[in-house]
């Protein structure tokens, strides 16, 4: 077999639309319209050994043309003439030849607004499928000029692996002698391949006994994607259909964990596209499994978020999570947690862990976020048998209770997760659990509009508390124990634990009432209606003090009063997606906390220091009240109604619970 350098030419026209994952398939263009691509984006280049070329991309009035080496192999006056008959000087001296194919690119400067040729993915191309070669062949014994001419022929084969300089498509099209360097083009005039070459076989001429080389009827292109594998990114000229196909090789051979190679390509994907969001974070995930975490991050860090590309709403969340395992494992917790900070729900990636490999994630990736997810996740899952409707913590955090829908309240041993006792006679399920500050006595409000006390030392069940004419909504110990708030209607009743016996109810506006705190020193009665205004009483006297409206406070069936802080000076309240803590005395906002989530429920802990949020993104956060910054983010807390029955604390904000359908989870914080 031999191959013919300048009998060579493929017609392939040029325009071609970006291959991007969502888009549709292109539809096949009629002959006439590839013809007329093909001629707009062909040109011939005249010199020593004159061949065709193809415009591939413009910058500026510069136009870059490839074609096939050997067209330009010598050091000569080249010209470039294009479809509209203008010749074009060839600068020699900005000829790129590369290395091991037989391409070149050339140059050419023109005022004219010319036809850039469109690119198509050559690793697509099958046998059997329609193309069509373009050229300027040389003139021949009929034809005695060079005229513009365009094939159509089948893909007949693909090369195992490239043969000499690069060929690799094997198709039938006719072609001739001056269509070297010619495009291939697809059934959408899309540039395929550069022609080169025509294959021919030996025949012995019986008159002579000369051996002549007579064509076979096949000819052979070299690939477009080896011109984009064998080219330095500054010597990739811009196309606007080059990006998008150097992002998908990077993908393919990125899931071949070739992660140099795919790096390679992101580069000069972005190269193209600066902007290419997809490229940059997908650039991040190859380095980093190289080595190259510093490279890393600053691949993640150029991403604009505001920047539109395809698979923006999962790779933006998965990139800012990627980078934040890469601040943590710098040793820069607080980065992370800022990072973590203004996700949404990043836990459904990780809680799926495993599905991370299917975005990229590498092996080192893998593990470092391993190593990152205990700061975030509980230290002990429990699964109980049917599902929680509330819990509640003991104050030295040793034993958690959770109310059930088969009208039982367990009590787990906190430090192993196993079930101590089981707790019975209700007559109804539990939807609020508190227990006294001394640990003492539990207490579960339940839609039976009743209000059980448990001795938690014997278990035995100690009195029912009635009166309410709803569904008990919420239950508060005095910090003495002695007294029991409860909210389960429009009123606010006060009971002495000792005796079960009623003291007080505190009637408000006829709102119902959905949330009761005790401050500190027990001597104020904070409520919360349902339109968010929030009631001050005093215990002793029974009398109401003042009350904190919610100005423009969000009304929900859900919204939440929060606490008091240490010296009960102040109180916490939700406002939309900020939370506000208030000065009692002149109900002046004392600090404003902005919370990238809205939350359910908020509370301050006993040192006053610091706050908790339970938001609706899943997850829990602790604030520094004096900074407003975010100390802690803890993934995993409950998603039904009644939120705030479902999160429960010991008294020295060490260990943290919270439950959804038929899983308790645990945090131990003096851990992290």
């Not at 096949?28 to 691509?37: K, R």
């Not at 408000?508 to 339109?531: C, E, H, I």
């Amino acid at each position: 077999m031999k191959y013919y350098d300048r009998l060579s030419s493929a017609i392939i026209g040029a325009a071609i639309a970006v291959m991007q994952p969502q888009m549709v398939m292109p539809q096949t263009l009629d002959e006439q319209a590839i013809a007329s691509l093909a001629k707009e984006v062909t040109v011939v280049i005249n010199g020593q050994n004159p061949g065709s070329g193809v415009i591939i991309g413009k910058k500026d009035n510069t136009y870059y043309v490839l074609t096939a080496k050997h067209v330009v192999a010598t050091r000569d006056e080249y010209e470039i003439l294009t479809h509209d008959s203008t010749k074009h000087a060839l600068n020699y001296s900005t000829v790129k030849k590369l290395p091991g194919v037989d391409l070149a690119l050339v140059q050419f400067t023109s005022s004219q607004n010319y036809r850039v040729a469109e690119i198509a993915d050559s690793d697509t191309v099958t046998e059997g499928a329609t193309v069509y070669t373009a050229g300027w062949p040389h003139p021949g014994r009929a034809i005695t000029e060079r005229v513009y001419q365009i094939t159509t022929g089948k893909i007949s084969g693909r090369s195992l692996k490239p043969l000499e300089d690069g060929y690799a498509l094997i198709y039938t099209n006719i072609t001739r002698s001056g269509m070297s360097g010619g495009p291939l083009l697809d059934a959408q005039g899309r540039v395929i391949g550069i022609h080169g070459r025509a294959d021919g076989v030996p025949i012995v001429d019986p008159d002579t006994g000369q051996t002549v080389d007579i064509k076979s009827g096949f000819n052979l292109a070299i690939p477009i994607k080896s011109f984009l594998e064998n080219s330095a990114i500054t010597d990739i000229p811009p196309n606007s259909t080059f990006a998008a196909l150097l992002l998908a090789w990077g993908e393919k051979i990125h899931k071949e964990n070739q992660f140099k190679a795919a790096a390679d390509y992101y580069q000069k994907a972005l190269s193209q596209d600066a902007k290419l969001g997809s490229a940059s974070f997908l650039l991040g995930l190859a380095k980093y499994e190289l080595g190259d975490v510093e490279g890393a991050i600053r691949s993640w860090q150029t991403v604009d978020p505001k920047a539109s590309y395809y698979g923006k709403d999962v790779r933006i969340p998965l990139m800012q999570l990627a980078l934040a395992v890469a601040t943590y494992g710098k040793g820069d917790r607080q980065g992370c947690l800022s990072i973590m900070n203004k996700l949404n729900k990043p836990h459904q990636f990780l809680i799926e862990f495993e599905n991370l490999k299917t975005q990229l994630w590498g092996d080192r990736l893998l593990a470092d976020t391993k190593k990152m997810m205990p700061e975030f996740f509980p230290n002990k899952t429990i699964e109980a048998d049917s599902n929680v409707n509330a819990v509640a913590m003991t104050p030295d955090g040793q034993t958690l209770a959770t109310g059930h829908d088969d009208k039982t309240i367990k009590l787990w041993q906190v430090s192993t997760g196993k079930l101590k006792s089981t707790l019975t006679g209700l007559s109804a399920s539990a939807s609020t659990l508190a227990i006294s500050p001394d640990g003492q006595i539990l207490a579960a409000g339940s839609s039976d509009r009743s209000i059980k006390l448990w001795n938690l030392r014997t278990g035995q069940l100690k009195s029912t508390l009635s009166g309410h004419s709803s569904d008990i909504l919420s239950i508060a110990f005095s910090p003495d124990s002695q007294t029991l708030a409860s909210a389960g209607d429009t009123a606010v009743k006060l009971w002495d634990v000792g005796t079960g016996q009623l003291q007080t109810t505190f009637t408000g506006d006829n709102t119902p009432v959905y949330s009761v705190a005790f401050s500190p020193n027990g001597q104020t009665l904070a409520s919360v209606n349902r339109r968010g205004i929030i009631n001050l009483w005093n215990v002793r006297t029974k009398q109401l003090n003042s009350t904190i409206n919610s100005g423009s406070v969000r009304t929900i069936a859900m919204f939440l009063f929060v606490g008091f802080s240490s010296d009960g000076q102040t109180i916490v309240r939700r406002k939309g997606d900020i939370i506000e803590s208030l000065n009692i005395g002149n109900q002046q906002v004392v600090k404003t906390i902005q919370n990238n989530s809205p939350n359910y429920f908020t509370f301050l802990l006993k040192d006053g220091k610091h706050m908790i949020t339970q938001n609706f993104d899943r997850t829990f956060k602790i604030w520094d009240v004096a900074t407003g910054k975010v100390q802690r983010i803890l993934y995993g807390n409950s998603y039904i109604d009644n939120r705030q029955k479902m999160t429960a604390m010991s008294s020295d904000g060490k260990t943290l619970a919270s439950a959804d359908r038929q899983k308790i989870w645990i945090w131990n914080l003096s851990d992290r």
